[in-house]
């Protein structure tokens, strides 16, 4: 049986779920009655075990359903990023092929293209249906498909199965914490790992609640996590929407403090910015996972713990084998950085329909090269240097450009920036400095070069600086570094 099942029978009357957008709450057993429905509705139009199913559109609890529903049909749910172009979604739907395509109001850029059936219609027809009796069992089914923001190129549909999904559950559970009295404001998208997965599966697992919103806001995310009728104790999201949390005019420590953990993850969190959210009392929590592997670290939520380490994502559960190994394949010693691999049960079954890529990605002995350059101290503790793609040699030292951006990232006049590796004839590579200027104009050079240079070493600093409009990014927010080294070496 799925988590929302076995909570049905142990606590049938207790909250499940609550959508903010439409005002309904489901106890644990109207939500295991209304994903019943849904499976034998997808089942009796004639969806076949190893299908796809597609969804596009905004949180709801009814997308959250409709993918509980796919699993216990033995259906493979499929969650489309509403914030791609139609041409973007045209791919990804040619690739994963589904059998039916869901949607709400923002599918409508899919019109005359695809045949999008409202998601709201479905569940209405739904409810004739008596809910499904049987579950499918094999937990080593794929039962997901997350298409990666592909930062590098093409995007890759990255396949996980129910126990892929259930470890990661496990894990984000007890590295944060998670218990039945547990409350998640889930606004992050539903079309990331984060959204569906971390922010969803622990909780109801636990027996908890979702109180799902259909995206983030931050004064009404603010008064949100502060309202005590809905009792929030976890909020998971990313480094910008704390920041805009922690920036927003109407921010008061005092109305969230009550909270388990802020978690943050998904990019690089500056170590000044956690001590700032613990200086007001509020654990802000990193953790580190991936749409490949799940949750696979996770920081403690107390918050001696949290500043004796700041900026470590955290340490690893049980489940999950980690090692770091050099550009030879040798084990890096402690304070070493080293790519990170990673083996276990929250690995992804393959890429969808990409032997190829799947084989560069995970080897003979099953270790996933996560391309993450990391570092790991005598305690266990990791922290993520920067990707080991966007690392570049400098006169023969290596060179990681998330060191330098955190430093600038609170520098007054900076709004945004990001270090790349040009080539070089002197050096082979140096580095390439693109600002964002704030609204007072940008800093000048030699202010830029002086305060770096007291930070870091000669070799890491950059030797050219660029001022740009803007940075040049996926649907999903990340900086495209590869198009951004493209833009500035056309100068």
Known sequence: ?????????????????????????????????FVGRLAALLVARGCAPGDRVAMLGKNSVSAVA????????????????????????????EQAQPRLVLGDAVAEVLAGQVAVEPLSDFVAESEAQAPLARLASDLDRPSLILFTSGTSGRSKGVVLSERNLRETAINFGVLSRVSNSSVFLCEAPMFHVIGLVTNIRPVLMQGGAIVVSDGFQAERTLARLADPALAITHYVGVPQMMEALR???????????????????????????????????????????????????????????????????????????????????????????????????????????????????????GWFATGDIARCDEDGFFWIVDRKKDMFISGGENVYPAEIEALLRDYPGVEECALVGVPDPRWGEIGHLAIVAGRDGAPADDALLSYLGDRLARYKLPKRISRLDGLPRTATGKIRKAALRALLMKD
């Open 247 to 365: 920036g927003a005019p109407l921010f008061d420590p005092e109305g969230i403090r009550h909270l388990t953990a802020l978690v943050s993850g998904g990019a690089p969190h500056s170590a000044a910015d956690i001590a700032a959210w613990l200086d007001d009392g509020i654990p802000m929590v990193l953790g580190f996972g991936m749409s490949e592997a799940g949750t696979v670290f996770g920081m403690s939520v107390e918050p001696a713990v949290i500043r004796a380490k700041l900026g470590a994502v955290g340490v690893p559960m049980p489940g999950v084998e980690t090692r770091l190994v050099d550009s030879n394949g040798h084990a890096c010693a402690p304070g070493t950085p080293g790519e990170l691999q990673l083996r276990g049960d929250t690995i992804m079954r393959a890429y969808w329909r990409d032997p190829e890529e799947t084989a560069r990605a995970i080897d003979k002995d």
């Open 66 to 93: 409709l993918h509980f529903a796919c699993a216990r049909a033995g259906l493979i749910y499929v969650p489309l990023n509403w914030r791609l172009s139609a041409a973007e979604l045209l791919r990804l739907v």
């Open 1 to 33: 049986m799925d988590s929302i099942r076995v909570q049905a029978r142990l606590q049938p009357d207790r909250l499940a779920a609550r959508d903010l957008s439409t005002g309904q709450a489901w106890t644990y057993a109207a939500l295991d009655d």
